[in-house]
Protein backbone atom coordinates (compact mmCIF):
# COMPACT_ATOMS: atom_id res chain seq x y z
CA UNK A 1 0.00 0.00 0.00
CA UNK A 2 2.77 2.25 0.40
CA UNK A 3 4.43 1.73 -2.58
CA UNK A 4 1.42 2.27 -4.19
CA UNK A 5 0.93 5.45 -2.63
CA UNK A 6 4.40 6.43 -3.46
CA UNK A 7 4.22 5.37 -7.06
CA UNK A 8 0.25 8.29 -7.14
CA UNK A 9 2.64 10.74 -5.89
CA UNK A 10 5.71 10.63 -7.87
CA UNK A 11 4.15 8.97 -11.97
CA UNK A 12 4.09 11.93 -14.36
CA UNK A 13 -0.09 12.26 -15.16
CA UNK A 14 -1.77 14.93 -17.05
CA UNK A 15 -4.61 16.39 -14.71
CA UNK A 16 -7.57 14.68 -16.63
CA UNK A 17 -5.97 11.16 -16.03
CA UNK A 18 -5.59 12.17 -12.32
CA UNK A 19 -8.83 13.37 -11.83
CA UNK A 20 -11.08 10.94 -13.93
CA UNK A 21 -9.37 8.30 -11.63
CA UNK A 22 -6.87 6.49 -14.65
CA UNK A 23 -3.76 7.03 -12.76
CA UNK A 24 -4.87 5.27 -9.08
CA UNK A 25 -6.48 2.13 -11.73
CA UNK A 26 -2.82 2.35 -13.43
CA UNK A 27 -1.01 1.66 -10.33
CA UNK A 28 -3.55 -0.46 -9.07
CA UNK A 29 -3.42 -2.83 -12.24
CA UNK A 30 0.82 -2.61 -12.17
CA UNK A 31 0.53 -3.82 -8.39
CA UNK A 32 -1.76 -6.66 -9.28
CA UNK A 33 0.46 -7.34 -12.06
CA UNK A 34 3.37 -8.19 -9.92
CA UNK A 35 1.17 -9.46 -7.06
CA UNK A 36 -0.02 -12.04 -9.72
CA UNK A 37 2.91 -12.78 -11.70
CA UNK A 38 2.87 -16.72 -11.70
CA UNK A 39 -1.23 -16.82 -12.45
CA UNK A 40 -0.80 -14.02 -15.60
CA UNK A 41 2.08 -15.52 -17.03
CA UNK A 42 0.22 -17.88 -19.22
CA UNK A 43 -1.95 -14.70 -20.65
CA UNK A 44 1.30 -12.94 -20.70
CA UNK A 45 2.46 -15.63 -22.91
CA UNK A 46 -0.49 -15.33 -24.73
CA UNK A 47 -0.37 -12.08 -25.61
CA UNK A 48 3.19 -12.14 -26.64
CA UNK A 49 2.47 -14.63 -29.09
CA UNK A 50 -0.44 -13.37 -30.69
CA UNK A 51 1.65 -9.64 -31.27
CA UNK A 52 4.50 -11.60 -32.44
CA UNK A 53 2.96 -14.10 -35.23
CA UNK A 54 0.99 -10.56 -36.27
CA UNK A 55 4.47 -9.37 -37.38
CA UNK A 56 5.37 -12.41 -39.40
CA UNK A 57 4.14 -11.51 -42.72
CA UNK A 58 4.51 -7.84 -42.83
CA UNK A 59 5.29 -6.16 -45.83
CA UNK A 60 7.86 -4.08 -43.65
CA UNK A 61 8.57 -3.36 -40.50
CA UNK A 62 9.32 0.08 -39.75
CA UNK A 63 6.80 1.28 -37.06
CA UNK A 64 4.31 -1.06 -34.91
CA UNK A 65 2.12 1.02 -32.32
CA UNK A 66 0.62 -0.33 -29.39
CA UNK A 67 -2.66 1.03 -28.07
CA UNK A 68 -3.15 0.49 -23.84
CA UNK A 69 0.30 -0.44 -23.68
CA UNK A 70 1.07 1.91 -20.33
CA UNK A 71 1.25 -1.29 -18.40
CA UNK A 72 4.18 -3.20 -20.31
CA UNK A 73 4.19 -6.39 -19.28
CA UNK A 74 1.97 -7.78 -21.76
CA UNK A 75 4.38 -6.39 -24.76
CA UNK A 76 6.92 -8.29 -26.06
CA UNK A 77 9.24 -5.74 -25.87
CA UNK A 78 12.71 -7.09 -26.73
CA UNK A 79 11.65 -8.97 -30.16
CA UNK A 80 9.80 -5.90 -30.88
CA UNK A 81 13.06 -3.81 -30.69
CA UNK A 82 14.04 -6.45 -33.01
CA UNK A 83 11.60 -6.69 -35.47
CA UNK A 84 10.78 -3.00 -35.93
CA UNK A 85 12.82 0.12 -36.53
CA UNK A 86 10.30 2.21 -34.18
CA UNK A 87 8.01 0.82 -31.31
CA UNK A 88 5.60 3.35 -30.23
CA UNK A 89 3.41 2.63 -27.10
CA UNK A 90 0.32 4.46 -26.44
CA UNK A 91 -1.35 5.29 -23.22
CA UNK A 92 -3.01 7.98 -21.21
CA UNK A 93 -0.84 6.79 -18.53
CA UNK A 94 2.95 4.98 -18.56
CA UNK A 95 4.06 3.48 -15.10
CA UNK A 96 7.33 4.20 -13.37
CA UNK A 97 8.29 0.30 -14.37
CA UNK A 98 7.61 1.20 -18.33
CA UNK A 99 9.12 4.57 -17.76
CA UNK A 100 11.99 3.17 -16.62
CA UNK A 101 12.09 -0.01 -18.92
CA UNK A 102 12.30 1.98 -22.32
CA UNK A 103 14.68 4.46 -21.30
CA UNK A 104 17.41 2.44 -22.75
CA UNK A 105 15.84 2.06 -26.14
CA UNK A 106 15.93 5.24 -28.19
CA UNK A 107 13.93 3.40 -30.45
CA UNK A 108 10.76 3.46 -27.91
CA UNK A 109 9.02 6.18 -28.21
CA UNK A 110 5.43 6.88 -25.42
CA UNK A 111 2.93 9.00 -26.77
CA UNK A 112 0.08 9.98 -23.73
CA UNK A 113 -3.38 9.92 -25.70
CA UNK A 114 -7.10 9.88 -24.84
CA UNK A 115 -7.68 6.22 -26.50
CA UNK A 116 -11.16 7.10 -25.20
CA UNK A 117 -11.80 10.02 -27.41
CA UNK A 118 -13.96 11.73 -24.89
CA UNK A 119 -11.82 11.78 -20.82
CA UNK A 120 -10.13 15.03 -21.76
CA UNK A 121 -13.59 16.81 -22.69
CA UNK A 122 -14.89 15.37 -19.65
CA UNK A 123 -12.40 16.69 -16.77
CA UNK A 124 -11.89 20.06 -18.78
CA UNK A 125 -16.28 20.94 -19.50
CA UNK A 126 -17.37 24.27 -19.58
CA UNK A 127 -20.00 23.65 -16.93
CA UNK A 128 -22.64 21.96 -19.63
CA UNK A 129 -23.19 18.56 -18.88
CA UNK A 130 -24.38 16.93 -22.51
CA UNK A 131 -22.42 14.00 -22.61
CA UNK A 132 -19.52 15.13 -25.26
CA UNK A 133 -18.93 13.91 -28.70
CA UNK A 134 -16.39 11.26 -29.22
CA UNK A 135 -12.87 12.53 -31.38
CA UNK A 136 -10.45 10.45 -32.85
CA UNK A 137 -9.11 7.58 -30.55
CA UNK A 138 -6.04 7.33 -32.26
CA UNK A 139 -2.93 9.47 -32.60
CA UNK A 140 -1.61 10.35 -35.58
CA UNK A 141 1.09 7.98 -35.57
CA UNK A 142 -1.19 5.03 -36.15
CA UNK A 143 -1.80 6.02 -39.41
CA UNK A 144 1.39 5.04 -40.27
CA UNK A 145 2.13 2.02 -38.97
CA UNK A 146 3.13 -1.20 -40.35
CA UNK A 147 0.77 -2.77 -37.40
CA UNK A 148 -0.79 -1.35 -34.93
CA UNK A 149 -2.16 -3.58 -31.96
CA UNK A 150 -5.22 -2.58 -29.38
CA UNK A 151 -3.78 -4.29 -26.28
CA UNK A 152 -6.05 -5.49 -23.65
CA UNK A 153 -8.23 -2.23 -23.69
CA UNK A 154 -11.51 -2.45 -25.81
CA UNK A 155 -13.33 -3.22 -22.34
CA UNK A 156 -11.64 -0.51 -20.47
CA UNK A 157 -12.76 2.50 -23.00
CA UNK A 158 -16.18 2.83 -21.44
CA UNK A 159 -15.76 2.59 -18.06
CA UNK A 160 -14.04 5.33 -16.20
CA UNK A 161 -16.29 7.85 -18.97
CA UNK A 162 -19.00 6.14 -17.76
CA UNK A 163 -18.58 6.44 -14.09
CA UNK A 164 -17.47 9.75 -13.73
CA UNK A 165 -20.59 11.11 -16.32
CA UNK A 166 -22.61 9.05 -13.64
CA UNK A 167 -21.19 10.43 -10.46
CA UNK A 168 -22.19 13.64 -11.87
CA UNK A 169 -25.64 13.14 -13.62
CA UNK A 170 -24.81 14.13 -16.90
CA UNK A 171 -27.74 14.29 -19.54
CA UNK A 172 -27.88 11.38 -22.01
CA UNK A 173 -28.16 7.64 -22.40
CA UNK A 174 -24.57 6.97 -20.91
CA UNK A 175 -24.64 3.20 -21.81
CA UNK A 176 -25.62 4.16 -25.60
CA UNK A 177 -22.70 6.23 -25.50
CA UNK A 178 -20.63 4.03 -23.76
CA UNK A 179 -21.52 1.62 -26.36
CA UNK A 180 -20.46 4.15 -29.11
CA UNK A 181 -16.80 4.79 -27.22
CA UNK A 182 -16.49 0.86 -27.79
CA UNK A 183 -17.36 0.72 -31.64
CA UNK A 184 -15.65 3.50 -32.45
CA UNK A 185 -12.45 1.90 -31.38
CA UNK A 186 -13.02 -1.38 -33.50
CA UNK A 187 -14.23 1.00 -36.25
CA UNK A 188 -10.91 2.84 -36.38
CA UNK A 189 -8.82 -0.06 -36.20
CA UNK A 190 -10.74 -1.20 -39.15
CA UNK A 191 -10.22 1.47 -41.14
CA UNK A 192 -6.72 1.86 -40.69
CA UNK A 193 -4.46 1.67 -43.79
CA UNK A 194 -2.89 -0.98 -42.23
CA UNK A 195 -3.56 -3.87 -40.70
CA UNK A 196 -4.31 -4.21 -37.28
CA UNK A 197 -4.90 -6.43 -34.21
CA UNK A 198 -7.13 -6.56 -31.56
CA UNK A 199 -6.09 -8.49 -27.87
CA UNK A 200 -9.14 -8.13 -25.97
CA UNK A 201 -11.36 -9.84 -22.74
CA UNK A 202 -14.61 -10.55 -24.43
CA UNK A 203 -16.67 -11.99 -21.09
CA UNK A 204 -16.37 -12.41 -17.35
CA UNK A 205 -16.33 -15.66 -15.47
CA UNK A 206 -17.08 -15.66 -11.76
CA UNK A 207 -16.77 -19.44 -10.42
CA UNK A 208 -18.52 -20.38 -6.80
CA UNK A 209 -16.57 -21.80 -4.09
CA UNK A 210 -14.16 -24.34 -4.27
CA UNK A 211 -15.61 -24.76 -8.27
CA UNK A 212 -13.07 -25.35 -11.05
CA UNK A 213 -15.88 -26.40 -13.52
CA UNK A 214 -18.95 -24.25 -13.30
CA UNK A 215 -19.10 -20.57 -13.60
CA UNK A 216 -21.20 -17.57 -14.27
CA UNK A 217 -20.74 -16.32 -17.67
CA UNK A 218 -21.12 -12.18 -18.27
CA UNK A 219 -20.40 -10.21 -21.81
CA UNK A 220 -17.91 -7.58 -21.03
CA UNK A 221 -18.24 -5.90 -24.48
CA UNK A 222 -21.63 -4.42 -25.57
CA UNK A 223 -21.01 -6.24 -29.25
CA UNK A 224 -18.36 -7.97 -31.17
CA UNK A 225 -19.72 -8.89 -34.78
CA UNK A 226 -17.17 -12.28 -35.06
CA UNK A 227 -15.35 -14.48 -33.20
CA UNK A 228 -12.15 -14.63 -31.90
CA UNK A 229 -9.30 -16.40 -34.00
CA UNK A 230 -7.81 -18.00 -30.52
CA UNK A 231 -8.56 -17.51 -27.58
CA UNK A 232 -7.67 -17.76 -23.86
CA UNK A 233 -8.58 -17.96 -20.23
CA UNK A 234 -7.29 -14.94 -17.80
CA UNK A 235 -7.32 -15.92 -14.28
CA UNK A 236 -6.90 -12.18 -13.21
CA UNK A 237 -8.05 -13.05 -9.47
CA UNK A 238 -7.50 -16.49 -8.69
CA UNK A 239 -8.53 -18.17 -5.49
CA UNK A 240 -5.53 -19.58 -4.47
CA UNK A 241 -3.95 -16.10 -3.84
CA UNK A 242 -6.87 -14.16 -3.46
CA UNK A 243 -8.16 -16.32 -0.42
CA UNK A 244 -11.88 -15.23 1.06
CA UNK A 245 -12.91 -14.33 -2.52
CA UNK A 246 -14.40 -16.26 -5.15
CA UNK A 247 -12.03 -17.21 -8.17
CA UNK A 248 -12.90 -14.92 -11.06
CA UNK A 249 -11.20 -15.03 -14.86
CA UNK A 250 -11.55 -13.46 -18.64
CA UNK A 251 -11.99 -14.84 -21.52
CA UNK A 252 -9.67 -13.08 -23.87
CA UNK A 253 -9.43 -12.62 -27.51
CA UNK A 254 -7.82 -12.34 -30.78
CA UNK A 255 -8.77 -10.97 -33.61
CA UNK A 256 -6.40 -9.81 -36.47
CA UNK A 257 -7.96 -6.99 -39.15
CA UNK A 258 -6.34 -7.51 -42.62
CA UNK A 259 -6.34 -5.55 -45.21
Given amino acids: MIQEVIAYMTTPASAWARDLGFLAESISIDARWNRYSDAYRPH ?3 CHEAILNATENL ?11 GIIYDVPL ?12 VDCIFSKTTRKLVREFPSVKLVEFD ?7 LATHDGKKNLPELKSGFPDVALEADLVVSLN ?5 PLMPEKFA ?18 AHIIGLQELPGPSLLITDFAHLTYPERSHNSYVEESTLYS ?14 PESVESGKARCALKVGVWMFRK
Fill in 44 to 46: QRN
Fill in 59 to 69: PQRQRIVLLGA
Fill in 78 to 89: ADLIERFAEVIL
Fill in 115 to 121: LSGVCEH
Fill in 153 to 157: ILSQL
Fill in 166 to 183: RKRKWDGNIAKWGEQIEC
Fill in 224 to 237: ITSDPETEWIWDYR
